[in-house]
């Protein structure tokens, strides 16, 4: 399977973001609110150009959406102790259903090393709803290591988050 990112279609990446809220409130695993997933939420100074479309191109055929993420290089919300530019801020990750299972992660977690170390940058940040144990474990799984927990409120919600690091 070969791989396409791309930071210029927020449409498609928060069409995508809707539809896998939408699939987590369908079973019970809300996540997001999904009628706060909007433009006007997600983009800002900090997000616009580093919300990424992943393609993945299963049978050689037309590239199919198969991810979004937000790879920021500063975060004045969730990270205003992380300086600008010395880490990268992983954001708002969601795979499609069909995609599940293919270990697509490992190849974002790839992309945003190799984005992290072209800025000479040599950390990886990444938060998630601390009370998601399996969320947790996944992200362990991958290398992750927990830091600290810290509750946030974004779009009208509040939640404690977990906080990792993974060093490029």
């Known amino acids: 399977m070969t791989f396409l990112f791309r930071n210029d279609q927020p449409e498609v990446a928060i069409n995508i973001l809707r539809e896998v809220g939408q699939w987590l409130v369908d079973n019970d695993r809300e996540l997001w609110s999904v009628d706060k997933l909007t433009a006007e939420n997600l983009l800002n100074e900090y997000t616009t150009n580093n919300l990424y479309v992943m393609y993945a191109d299963l049978n050689k055929g037309e590239p199919e959406p198969a991810a979004v993420f937000i790879l920021q290089w500063e975060d004045p919300l969730y990270w205003p102790e992380v300086p600008a530019n010395t880490s990268g801020l992983i954001h708002k990750l969601a795979i499609r ?69 993974l060093t490029c």
């Open 97 to 165: 259903r069909p995609f599940n299972g293919q270990n697509l992660f490992a190849e974002i977690i790839n992309f945003c090393r190799d984005e992290c170390l072209k800025r000479g940058i040599e950390t990886l940040q990444l938060e998630t709803d601390a009370t998601r144990p399996k969320l947790m474990q996944f992200y362990e799984r991958y290398g992750f290591q927990p830091t600290y927990q810290r509750t946030i409120h974004e779009f009208g919600q509040s939640f404690l988050s977990q906080f990792y690091v």
